[in-house]
């Protein structure tokens, strides 16, 4: 199973992605990057240290050097591809997706996911399949960065981004689950910066994930008995290169990964005010948020692509998806979830409100998700089929169909990931957003045999 | 070449050049078919002091991992160390990056069996045969193995260099060694090892970047500078190693090149005096060699040209082989193991240094020799055939003909040998006699039959 997107490359590690298609991937960005250097790192995985040899390989016979990051989360990666001015980077990370599944997404010279434009230049080098090859004397040179220096840069920046003297007044216990990930090696670091005291959770760095590596209730279960364990006021759920975080209140409530977004929205837009983005299958709780904070509002299509671009074009102050990423480009255009976690923690101290009641404050809609296997060569028909179905109504299709109503919304759209119809309908009433989403997973029963 | 193409895929591994034909992505294909064909499990991956070793290292590895074998990465090694090393650790196999004396913009990967061999022709036509097809076993997510690193990877073979050679004779003469590694991977163990044994090291070129400082075939129009260093240094000896440290150059203490010739027969002549065996060389390495074997009463054979071949006589060669090698230099020890190792002959001319109380021009002299002469002709390997096939008939009541490999003709006093080469789209031209002007006029009366076949085909 393969997907190749505008941010990258992802399949299932096996046949489908071996080596020798690595390296073309990885061939095409180093063309695209010609010849500046190109920061590496890779999350835990098993076969990571496969995509990332075959990644090293191929930028260095592309002729860029290669800054070798090791074990390394993305938005610390992000972060290192703009202090050393690099050309670009590549994280080797499937984010929230499966054991089974890696990818390399790559990361422009701002430090961001690659744009659209970006992406199609790459992708435009992929297809042409003709790769520059440098001469034995313009060959790259591999330049293993320690994760110590990597991790100092980011922590300085980080303690100094949030205030870090508030959070450690608070003194907060926190429930950290790092889903052995690559998140893991650094939550000591994260803790010592902010002063809270840390309860750390599968924080070895082995890539054996205890649950899926996706932040949502369904893989909270193990981090909220140790929250109400041990009395924390916090739980943190990492997905595996901890670009994105769920939440767990003090009641060890596993709360869904929507609310991770609108409630660190809500006090970066208490300090400073512009437009925000998000996708358009991101909850309503958002616009809510916006809205009383007088904030313009951009939807985009799902995936990071389009997001930071419209972020870099409209002057954006905030982005963030329903799946609990978010990025504050004041510190850097990246979905990082330490800084995340930094902003959730120095909004309970300086409003003194327990994160419940902090969620309590947000407006409540309820989001039903499903998704549904459908080939490839089916979902466009499929798609608009459905898209018959709203006849007479205001249908977006930009990325799928999605229909509003004042209640609220309902979606059917292609994965970015996997051969997969995703069904996400969101509504005041949880019964309303079940029942939008049944409708129409009764109509695809009927299409896909 | 044999062709004038800048990849070649063959038995002795694949060779290209940087930028051109040798990718990553080939060498991630050879390797996973490589780990296929030995089927998983521990693969050691090494290489020379090259620069663009580290990029072809690395497409190694992601081609093992992808096939579920474990990649044991032991750095820069001598080729000897390496494959010595695949033995000792009973890896799986080993891929090994290096292409030994071609110019740097060339690199290769050479494929090692588990017990330490270059992979034999049958051998590597099963495990291309994995790669025409690209029937790659490649292993689900769930089953990938890690990457070892190997520190210190000499030490294995160190241990036992310096248990085959007597360090307390060779240490009380305190030997004063001048040693070029050219920059190559010999630098890695080649200082330490000499330390061991108690010499006094003058080290020229010893770090292991692969920038070499001469060309790195070890002949003596390539090692001038070594010469006046060894001069300049008052040293007792001089060594000069290849790129891969599979062969050695000496210099004597006056700071003349004894010619490659030489080492194998100082080798030899200090094994046979210790022990007595079979010698297993080359058809073109010298004539002095089966004097030795006359003077010492053991069997000489001679096989194809080509280290697998020595290598499998050396292991087949019945009265057990003590010795062999070639005449560029490549020494085989198979008391220490069935490769050329120009650590090996450094430990035996030594030790005939220490044992013998006199310096190196007079202990060399003291040796039987010829003059060979090496010239080569611009022409194809098949060209090459079709003069065997009018010249052999020419020389057949003249001489004792062997077309073993190519057309070797043995007369009283000297020998003449034409062959196309392995590496390369020419023709070797051969000619050795005692002396100089004796091994001119052979030379020339073979190059005059040369021309004259050439007009007929």
Redesign the interface.
């Known amino acids: 199973m393969l997907k190749i997107g505008l941010s990258g490359v992802r399949g299932v590690v096996g046949p489908s992605m071996p080596p020798t298609m690595v390296m073309d991937f990885a061939s095409a960005f180093g063309a695209f990057i010609d010849r500046k250097p190109v920061v590496v790192g890779r999350d835990t995985r098993i076969h990571s240290p496969m995509l990332r040899a075959a990644c090293v390989s191929a930028l260095l016979s592309s002729g860029c050097d290669v800054l070798d990051l090791g074990v390394c989360p993305t938005p610390l990666l992000q972060k290192a591809v703009r202090r050393r001015k690099a050309g670009g980077g590549v994280s080797i990370t499937a984010g929230h997706n499966d054991v089974s599944w890696n990818a390399l997404a790559f990361i422009g010279p701002d430090g961001s996911p690659l744009n659209p434009f970006q992406g199609e230049e790459v992708l435009d080098y992929y297809h042409l399949g003709r790769f520059e090859r440098a001469a034995v004397d313009h060959l790259g040179r591999l330049i293993p960065v320690p994760t110590a220096e990597t991790a100092d840069f980011y922590f300085k920046e980080l303690g100094a981004f949030i205030e870090a003297a508030a959070v450690r007044a608070a003194r907060f216990r926190v429930v950290i689950d790092a889903c052995a990930g690559a998140g893991a090696p650094f939550l000591a670091r994260f803790a010592d910066t902010l002063g809270f005291d840390l309860i750390p959770l599968n924080d070895e760095p082995n890539g054996f994930f205890p649950h899926d590596p996706e932040p949502r209730p369904r893989n909270a279960a193990q981090c909220a008995s140790v929250v109400r364990a041990a009395g924390a006021e916090a739980g943190f759920l990492l997905n595996s290169d901890a670009g994105r975080v769920s939440l767990v209140s003090e009641t060890a409530e596993a709360l869904s990964e929507e609310y991770t977004f609108p409630l660190v929205a809500d006090s970066v837009l208490a300090r400073c005010s512009g437009p925000v983005v998000t996708n358009n299958s991101t909850s309503r709780m958002i616009e809510d948020v916006a809205r009383a904070r007088r904030c313009p509002l951009i939807r985009t299509r799902v995936g990071p692509a389009p997001i930071f671009l419209a972020l870099a074009q409209e002057d954006g102050i905030l982005a963030g998806e329903g799946s609990g990423g978010v990025a504050v480009p004041a510190f850097q255009p990246a979905f990082d979830a330490f800084l995340t976690m930094g902003l959730v923690l120095e909004t309970m101290a300086k409003t003194g409100q327990r994160l419940s009641a902090l969620v309590d404050r947000l407006p409540r809609y309820h989001i039903v998700k499903e998704k549904v296997y459908c080939p490839a060569s089916r979902i466009h028909g499929v798609i608009s089929e459905i898209a018959r179905m709203f006849r007479g109504r205001d249908v977006d299709t930009g990325d799928g169909i999605r229909v509003e109503d004042k209640q609220g919304w309902v979606q059917v759209r292609a994965s970015g990931t996997e051969p997969m119809l995703r069904v996400v309908a969101e509504d005041r009433s949880r019964e309303r957003a079940r029942e939008k989403v049944d409708e129409i997973l009764r109509s695809l029963e009927r299409m896909i045999p | 070449m044999k062709s004038a193409t800048t990849l070649k895929i063959s038995i002795s591994g694949a060779r290209g050049i940087?930028?051109?034909s040798l990718?990553?992505?080939l060498?991630?294909?050879l390797a996973?078919a490589f780990g296929t064909y030995v089927g998983g499990g521990p693969v050691l991956v090494g290489r020379d002091a090259?620069?663009?070793g580290?990029?072809?290292a690395?497409?190694v590895?992601?081609?093992l991992?992808?096939v579920g074998c474990r990649p044991v990465d032991v750095g820069i090694l001598p080729i000897p160390s390496f494959l010595y090393l695949t033995k000792e650790v009973r890896a799986a196999g080993g891929i090994a990056v290096t292409a030994s004396h071609n110019p740097?913009?060339w690199?290769g990967l050479k494929f090692i069996s588990r017990r330490g061999l270059y992979l034999t022709p049958q051998q590597t036509e099963e495990y291309l045969d994995i790669y025409h097809q690209g029937a790659?076993d490649?292993?689900?997510?769930?089953k990938?193995r890690?990457?070892e690193v190997l520190p210190r990877a000499a030490d294995a073979h160190l241990r036992r260099l310096l248990n085959r050679f007597d360090g307390e004779a060779i240490r009380r003469r305190r030997i004063r060694v001048v040693l070029d590694c050219n920059n190559g991977a010999g630098a890695v163990l080649g200082p330490r090892f000499l330390r061991e044994l108690g010499c006094d090291v003058v080290p020229l070129a010893c770090d292991p970047t692969g920038e070499f400082v001469h060309p790195s075939e070890p002949t003596p129009e390539n090692i001038a500078g070594v010469c006046r260093a060894v001069k300049t240094a008052r040293a007792d000896i001089g060594f000069v190693q290849d790129a891969d440290a599979d062969r050695l150059a000496i210099i004597d203490e006056r700071g003349r090149p004894l010619g490659e010739e030489m080492t194998l027969v100082w080798a030899a002549s200090r094994v046979l005096e210790k022990t007595k065996g079979s010698i297993v060389c080359n058809m073109s390495s010298t004539r002095a060699l089966d004097d030795l074997a006359a003077r010492h009463g053991v069997k000489i054979f001679r096989t194809r040209i080509g280290e697998v071949n020595v290598v499998e006589k050396v292991l087949a060669a019945r009265p057990r082989a003590v010795i062999g090698g070639e005449g560029n230099g490549g020494v085989i020890d198979p008391e220490i193991h069935p490769c050329r190792d120009s650590f090996a002959a450094m430990g035996h001319v030594l030790d005939a240094l220490a044992a013998g109380h006199k310096p190196v021009s007079a202990l060399a002299g003291a040796l039987p020799r010829y003059v060979l002469l090496k010239d080569r002709i611009e022409g194809s390997a098949e060209r090459a055939h079709r003069l065997i096939r009018v010249l052999r008939k020419l020389y057949e009541d003249k001489g004792t003909v062997n077309l073993l490999d190519g057309l070797k003709v043995d007369f009283p006093d000297h020998w003449i040998h034409l062959r196309p080469s392995n590496t390369e789209p020419v023709i070797r031209v051969l000619a050795e006699a005692k002396t100089e002007i004796r091994a001119r006029r052979a030379l020339a009366a073979l190059r005059g039959e040369i021309a004259a076949a050439w007009r007929k085909i």
């Open positions: 940087i930028g051109d990718t990553p992505q060498a991630a294909a996973q090259r620069s663009s580290i990029m072809l690395e497409a590895v992601s081609g991992l992808a740097r913009e690199n790659f490649f292993v689900a997510a769930g990938f890690t990457i």
